[in-house]
C-alpha cells in the first residue's frame, strides 16, 4: 500500500514538474518569436491600460 502512494505521488510530481517546464518552453519560445517578428503581439492589452483616450490629460 505504501509503495502505491509513494508511485502515485511520484507520478503526479512528475505529470506537474512536464507541465510546468513545457509552458515555460512555450513562453519562451514565443516571446523569442514576438521579438524577432514572427508572431505579433495582441492587438491592444485587455482593456485596462489603453492609453488611447481622447480625453486631454
Not at 7 to 30: P, Q
Not at 31 to 39: F, L, P, Q, V
Amino acid at each position: 500500500m505504501e509503495t502505491a502512494l509513494i508511485l502515485g505521488g511520484s507520478g503526479v510530481g512528475l505529470l506537474i514538474l512536464i507541465l510546468i517546464t513545457t509552458f515555460v518552453l512555450l513562453g519562451r519560445r514565443a516571446r523569442r518569436g514576438r521579438k524577432s517578428g514572427k508572431y505579433t503581439y495582441r492587438a491592444k492589452p485587455n482593456g485596462t491600460y489603453d492609453n488611447s483616450s481622447s480625453t486631454p490629460h
